[in-house]
């Protein structure tokens, strides 16, 4: 079974920039998350979707952060404008609904390097 | 005041040892709790879950619980260094939110 896709893998980017990552979670998977890592720390969660409905986005950022699940597949994380405290990984997970959807799974992240 | 705590290490441990990891958390409504594993620059991978108190074994790993304390703990057996990692611990509160804590870095020394 093919894991949760992410792209890009490293992204480099000027502040002041737009940058967008995309997620394609375990097939089944009604359930999806963004979260974000700095160094040392665990991962936050960002927004988490059921379907295509963002059932929790308090800890996104909304003046610059946007996310978007269109057809409750696939889902895009943007940031406009970047600044440099955005520098972290961002991870997507994925979870199946009812009991089982507390049984998270990760893709293997994007590097974001804000300059 | 963080809401999942763990001792950030490093732990040390020889091969073939018990090596113990602790975590423990705020929310006392809180009833599933994880385990997972970061190799450096990887994602984490999880590797236990429980959900009552008591004991729960898989393999080489075994996750602890105790609601009454706010406590969880993996035991790892017969530690190899392949275990080196880092060990997140994650705790769903209210909400659905899963809270990770920072993580403990384990070493196991060959």
């Known amino acids: 079974e093919a894991g949760v896709v992410q792209s890009p893998r490293y992204k480099i980017i000027e502040k002041k920039q737009p940058v967008a990552f995309w997620c394609n979670p375990i097939?089944?998977?009604?359930?999806l998350y963004w979260y974000r890592q700095n160094l040392g720390q665990g991962p936050e969660l960002l927004i988490r979707?059921?379907?295509?409905?963002?059932?929790?986005d308090s800890q996104l950022p909304k003046d610059r952060f946007s996310a978007e699940r269109l057809k409750g597949v696939d889902s895009t994380l943007k940031i406009q404008p970047a600044e440099l405290g955005d520098s972290a990984v961002y991870l997507c997970?994925?979870?199946?609904?009812?009991?089982?959807?507390?049984?998270?799974?990760f893709g293997p992240g994007t590097r974001l390097t804000v300059t | 005041q963080k809401e999942v705590e763990q001792n950030s290490g490093p732990l040390s441990v020889p091969e073939g040892a018990i090596a113990s990891l602790n975590c423990t958390y705020s929310?006392?409504?809180?009833?599933?709790f994880f385990w997972y594993r970061q190799y450096s620059g990887k994602s984490p991978e999880l590797i236990m879950s429980?959900?009552?108190?008591g004991d729960k074994e898989d393999g080489r790993f075994t996750a602890q619980l105790n609601k009454a304390s706010q406590y969880v703990s993996l035991l790892i057996r017969d530690s190899q260094p392949s275990d080196s990692a880092t060990y997140l611990c994650?705790?769903?509160?209210?909400?659905?939110?899963?809270?990770f804590g920072a993580g403990t870095i384990l070493r196991v020394k060959s």
């Open positions: 929310d006392r409504g809180s009833q599933s």
């Open positions: 979707y059921e379907n295509e409905e963002a059932v929790d």
């Open positions: 429980i959900y009552s108190n």
């Open positions: 997970a994925s979870s199946l609904a009812g009991l089982a959807a507390y049984e998270q799974y």
């Open positions: 994650a705790v769903m509160e209210y909400g659905n939110k899963l809270v």
């Open positions: 097939s089944g998977h009604n359930t």
